[in-house]
DNA sequence: CTATTTTTGAACTGATCTATCCAAAATTCC
DNA sequence: GGAATTTTGGATAGATCAGTTCAAAAATAG
């Protein structure tokens, strides 16, 4: 029929992101993300219409790739509630610090997105609302989980403490930014761990 | 000698805080600036020389006029350690409700920076480095204290437990600007709590 | 009132922004 | 190979960006 695509689509998708990870999105140019995924602007547009459209991919794809990591930490079989908390936060750090290109933390994709558009992009503001919700489900099983093995001992709210540890992944990504080292966020990780057994 | 100005500094300088906290340094044009402060070109660039040079005044401003409230709360001698904590806590939510012009929390701006400028900013993230320092030492003594005065109990490091409250305060604030409600926070908040005495 | 100095508004500069246009190149189907 | 269709690069458009220029207005000091 036609002429084919010479490029692949997420793999475009990933360089953006990238570059929107690293710079934020008002800092981002369309020639910024020619010269990131190597196509012309042309082809930009012409598969993601828009700046702003094309980052709702790149977020989408952040939020789903991070999500599947996290969520399949959360529903080991094999560790206890405390123990796959304890997992998601190596888990986290983890790729934080794979992900210091210049030596300091990106953070996280989601994180910077709250604090840059949520208030003023109702598109963003609901995609991450939804991402949260769905976090947030998956740490309160996890919590629930953790009091009936007998690893979680603290009386609050299951859902209080699910965004307890929802709001300590998002400290422990500003720490990072902030230029925090690996030893100083493990330890905020073990304190943050005894408020559920206090 | 010659003609003084007619628009107050400190008045305009708070005009520049409020647009580049609503809406982020790059998202904030020089016009937006000329709109808020009611100034000209002319007298902003006569006055604070660049764009760049006036969000480092505000920036300054902000950390120094928070800082000067949330210090005095933590030095309050008639409080345990434990109590002077829960104090700052408070103050830092309600400064939170209060500055919700649209109804969603603008977070806080040294926050906000950390994510949006400090990683290619280096003037930026010095500033905040500083801060964020200054914050720890502060609160690592309010720790010691508490945990003379018997209301701590946590046997963590005194260090490590400051760095754990400066986070949990930043993940309030990213919760803050994801959509959380007070009683949400005020539940997060109770739940940090537990960690200094388990 | 005059000389001096600064502020101020408006026009302007050159760069950069997002996005579009269009013709040439590429590829498939027949 | 030829017709049909899409991709692609480069030029371009129009808006907006940060920042400068300049002359007129304003205000003080003497």
Known sequence: MARPRTFDEEQALDAAMRTFWRKGYEATSTEDLCAATGLGRSSIYNTFKSKRALFQRVLDRYMTTMNAGQLAVLEDPGLSGADRIRALFARVLDGDAENRPTGRSL???????????????????????????????????????????????????????????NATIAGLRVSAQGGADRATLDAIVAIALDALTA
Request: aromatic share 2%.
């Open 107 to 165: 953070g996280c994709l989601g994180v910077n997105t709250t604090i840059e558009l949520a208030g003023r992009d109702a598109v963003a503001a609901g995609m991450l609302e939804r991402d949260t919700a769905h976090r947030l489900d998956a740490l309160r099983a996890v919590v629930e989980a953790g009091r009936r093995d007998g690893s979680i001992t603290s009386s609050r709210d299951a859902g209080d403490l699910a965004r307890f540890l």
